[in-house]
């Protein structure tokens, strides 16, 4: 049974970090892509960074520079790092084996001005 057990969101001002975790369990999680999207009120789903199996990273463009991603395969975690955050960072956070079809619950982070 897949799980991904999101935590570490939580309400910060502006220019404030957070870090995220996930827990990801029921899946080859060493030989798996992952990554972690996020989801606006009123906003589609959007990917936000990606970690490949070997370590490469992706980011989208809004968060370049301010948000790194990262994984330890020996505790089956994915992490992402939030620098510099902004009121636009708000909403739900999710991370995702990439080629696995399940969500898991999220963790909210909201950012104030």
């Known amino acids: 049974q897949v799980q991904l057990v999101e935590s570490g969101g939580g309400l910060v001002q502006a220019g404030g970090s957070l870090r995220l975790s996930c827990a990801a369990s029921?899946?080859?999680?060493?030989?798996?892509?992952m990554a972690w999207y996020r989801q606006a009120p009123r906003k589609q789903r959007e990917l936000v960074a990606f970690?490949?199996?070997?370590?490469?990273?992706n980011y989208g463009d809004s968060v370049k520079g301010r948000f790194t991603i990262s994984r330890d395969n020996a505790k089956n975690m994915v992490y992402l790092q939030l620098n510099s955050l902004k009121p636009e960072d708000t909403g739900s956070y999710y991370c995702?084996?990439?080629?696995?079809?399940?969500w898991g619950q999220g963790t909210q982070v909201t950012v104030s001005s």
């Open positions: 995702k084996a990439v080629v696995v079809p399940y």
């Open positions: 029921g899946i080859p999680f060493s030989i798996n892509a």
């Open positions: 970690i490949n199996t070997d370590g490469s990273t």
